[in-house]
């Protein structure tokens, strides 16, 4: 009850204790030295603006917000402006540190500098005139939060440009190296007389351009001039939409495609062109959906970790060459060839044309639902291996030269029985006619001499 009564005389004092404190947090900062100055000068009004200390130090006060430029025009000096809490030392030539050029918050040092923006930096022979901008060298940062360093021209916000005369135009872009150009907001543009002028685009190396949104160049002499293109080597140019032009004289044309190497070229969409590098050889033109490769000393493919398997196109080759290595097999077994023959004979062969190719292109050979039926051969009944059908022809033609030397043995025989026959008839023909009718005569007379001899039995 006591303290209750207490809180209720102490009530008023408790109402008016936020606006003490607000009194208290609107008084002027007391500095506390670090240690005791030797000289201290006040203003008319006896507050300390200037102070010295034995080691040298000099401590410059006042109130932001107060008072006026100390002093305008051209000359060499070292400024404390309070009022813009700005400062700077240095050569001026005429207006750069007059009131209206200096910033608040900003800092300005060497000469003919400007740090015009609130917040801004500038070092050197530069100009930062918006907020947040940092300008070093000669370099000149326009745009809020802008950076530029050596000869340097950041012109859009918080751009970064720094070098030998590159250029930061676009919004949050980036230029550096000697004689770039970022021009657009996000672009990139890195190293010799690159220019990255799309958004998002990037740019790299010696005279590359990215022309185009999210588009990338890099290399000599590159050149993506389409949205998503992507060109990165020696004079790789990717004109088609999100196309990519990799190596030396590489043109992706074609929009989604790709080209890959040494003198490739795609001209259709989604065409994908792949060469060796060889300058003497014709440029290899891959068209709409079409897969090129160029590769002068064979290509090899492979299905295995251990490659053990796959295929080969040999150098100059016009033929794939499957691996048959023996000591990569297993489970060998012997096939009848009659069985075999016997197999492909009752296997329909029509004529037909893939649904994919027009009517007039034909083609002729087995179902591969019919051979794997007839063979059981290969991982599939939708596809026919060559190994499998090449297998099956070989075996066949085995059986068939069977056949062959079966018959021409046969053939041999009936050849010399019928020599000897026409043998006979020729000896036979050249008898006298008195003669061959005796010959005839004992011939018809030893048969029925023969047919009338009694029987043994009996």
């Not at 389409?226 to 990799?246: F, K, P, R, T």
């Amino acid at each position: 009850m006591k303290a209750l009564t207490i809180y209720h005389k102490l009530r008023p004092l408790f109402a008016l204790l936020p606006l003490l404190l607000c009194g208290i947090l609107l008084l002027p900062a007391r500095q506390i030295f670090a240690q005791t100055p030797i000289t201290q000068i006040e203003n008319t009004a006896g507050d300390t603006v200037l102070v010295s200390f034995d080691d040298g130090g000099l401590l410059g006060l006042g109130v932001f917000g107060t008072g006026t430029n100390p002093v305008s025009g051209a000359g060499t000096r070292m400024m404390w402006y309070p009022a813009k809490a700005a400062f700077r030392a240095g050569r001026v030539y005429m207006n750069e540190w007059d009131n209206t050029n200096i910033g608040d918050y900003s800092a300005a040092f060497g000469s003919g500098v400007t740090a015009s923006g609130d917040y801004s930096f500038a070092t050197g022979f530069s100009d930062a005139t918006a907020i947040g901008a940092s300008a070093l060298g000669n370099s000149k940062a326009t745009q809020r939060y802008a950076s530029s360093f050596g000869t340097g021209k950041a012109n859009g916000e918080y751009a970064t440009a720094f070098g030998f005369g590159s250029i930061a135009s676009g919004d949050y872009s980036v230029a550096g190296g000697e004689v770039t150009e970022a021009t657009a907001r996000s672009a990139t543009a890195f190293g010799l007389s690159t220019k990255a002028l799309g958004y998002s685009s990037i740019a790299m190396g010696e005279n590359a351009e990215a022309t185009y949104s999210r588009s990338a160049a890099i290399g000599w002499g590159t050149k993506a001039s389409n949205s998503g293109a992507v060109a990165i080597g020696n004079g790789a140019i990717a004109s088609g939409q999100d196309a990519i032009a990799l190596g030396n004289q590489a043109w992706a044309d074609g929009g989604e495609s790709i080209a890959i190497g040494t003198l490739v070229k795609t001209e259709g969409i989604g065409g994908f062109a792949f060469g060796d590098r060889d300058f003497t050889a014709d440029t290899l033109r891959a068209g709409q959906f079409e897969f090129a490769v160029r590769a002068s000393g064979g290509i090899n493919f492979y299905t295995s970790p251990d490659l053990s398997s796959g295929v080969t196109l040999g150098m100059g080759s016009g033929s794939w060459s499957t691996l048959s290595d023996s000591t990569k097999k297993e489970h060998f077994r012997s096939i009848d060839g009659e069985t075999v023959l016997t197999q492909i004979a009752q296997m329909p062969v029509p004529s037909w044309n893939y649904k994919t190719q027009p009517d007039s292109i034909r083609h002729m050979g087995p179902m591969a639902q019919d051979f794997y039926t007839a063979f059981g051969l290969g991982s599939s009944n939708k596809r026919i291996s060559t190994v499998d059908i090449d297998g099956v022809n070989m075996r066949a033609i085995q059986a068939l030269e069977t056949r062959t030397r079966m018959l021409q043995q046969k053939n041999e025989a009936l050849e010399t029985r019928v020599a000897k026959l026409e043998q006979q008839n020729q000896q036979t023909a050249s008898l006298p006619w008195s003669a061959t009718v005796a010959l005839l005569t004992l011939l018809i007379g030893g048969g029925i001499a023969l047919k009338n001899k009694p029987s043994s039995k009996g």
